[in-house]
């Protein structure tokens, strides 16, 4: 059963995380919204996945944000308590800084559960499905891709476009076409110009209006002008290959089935992010002691550079991994062993442990 005190405790660590992990979490968002807007406004994102890419990319985040968003939440927590001199009052009653990590465990195990989920299963799923998104994107660029008064070329047609002008509804305006045919080069030169989609889901017809068509081989004299009022000409979208995922974007079961120092960091990185939520929660409890009326961010500094050193560590260990400097069973287990030693030694430090096992001697 949760005492008064421990949901005291709770209610201010979770509401904490909330708050900090909805900021950050905004704060990533925004920055992503106006990359994705970017690449709408260039063409290689289609409109209508703005908001996909968004939520996948959410996904993505959160497997970061909800550790590190869980430090921060507790060492917030933890400083009002001491700035207003709430966490002295109870250690008077015999409820010790250990003492947090009971109400803490109710939140800690279901955010580490989920963050295992977001690690091993959703995040790689999110991750293929945003490159897939790319791709697909890619294949279907329509006309919305040209950009006014720059030539457009497209490898896999054989075509180059010029556009001076793109309407809101999608036409183009003042067009410039050449292409390779059979018979030697093509160029097109029309008013306007318009997309329109054939029953072959494969297929597309860029309809021109009211211009001059220009055929022939360069070099010589035979070249045939036609004035045309329209002018469709069919265009076979580019066939889909599957791309060759990387491991971060494999599935965590294709990971295990894969033989390679990449695949095998990368499944120690995924395990890692978990178990990195559950060592950073115990190290935040001692971490986040201060003096009283020092401040809830006193201690906020020497938190975030310990989060850093640690998931840099993580990084390099990784690194190190996929290069083979750091043998397959060693893994990424180093890393989480120091921080959690480290942990533990500072708690055995605050709860004076160190002082009954290594007591001074009197002087003489």
Not at 14 to 26: D, F, N, R
């Amino acid at each position: 059963m949760f005492r008064i005190l421990d949901r005291y405790i709770f209610r201010e660590i979770a509401q904490s995380w909330l708050a900090v992990t909805m900021v950050l979490l905004a704060i990533l968002l925004t920055n992503q919204f106006a990359r994705v807007l970017g690449d709408v406004a260039k063409g290689k994102l289609p409109k209508d996945a703005i908001f996909q890419i968004i939520g996948l990319t959410a996904v993505q985040y959160l497997t970061i944000l909800v550790p590190i968003g869980l430090f921060l939440a507790i060492m917030l927590a933890l400083g009002r308590l001491y700035r207003d001199s709430e966490m002295p009052a109870m250690m008077a009653c015999r409820v010790g800084p250990v003492d947090i990590y009971r109400p803490l465990s109710f939140l800690l195990l279901p955010l580490a559960l989920a963050v295992g989920w977001l690690s091993m299963e959703i995040g790689p799923m999110a991750l293929t499905e945003v490159e897939r998104v790319g791709v697909e994107a890619r294949r279907q660029a329509d006309l919305s891709s040209i950009e006014p008064g720059r030539f457009t070329s497209d490898s896999s047609q054989g075509a180059v476009v010029y556009a001076e002008n793109v309407s809101v509804a999608g036409e183009i305006e003042k067009v410039f076409l050449q292409r390779q045919t059979e018979k030697g080069v093509e160029v097109v030169i029309a008013e306007r110009g318009e997309q329109i989609d054939s029953d072959d889901p494969n297929k597309r017809f860029f309809v021109l209006h009211d211009g001059r068509r220009y055929e022939g081989v360069p070099g010589t004299t035979q070249f045939r002008v036609m004035e045309f009022a329209e002018h469709g000409i069919p265009y076979q979208l580019p066939s889909i290959e599957e791309p060759d995922l990387e491991p971060r974007a494999m599935l965590t079961a294709d990971l295990l089935k894969t033989n390679s120092a990449d695949a095998r960091a990368e499944l120690h990185w995924r395990v890692g992010i978990p178990l990195a939520t559950v060592v950073l929660a115990i190290l935040a409890v001692p971490l986040s002691r201060s003096q009283p009326r020092q401040g809830r961010y006193g201690r906020l500094a020497i938190g975030l550079l310990v989060f850093i050193i640690y998931f840099n560590l993580l990084s390099a260990g990784k690194a190190w991994l996929e290069q083979g400097v750091v043998p397959a069973w060693v893994g990424l287990w180093w890393v989480h062993g120091i921080m959690l030693f480290a942990a533990f030694w500072l708690l055995a430090l605050h709860n004076g442990l160190w002082r009954r096992i290594f007591p001074r001697r009197p002087r003489k």
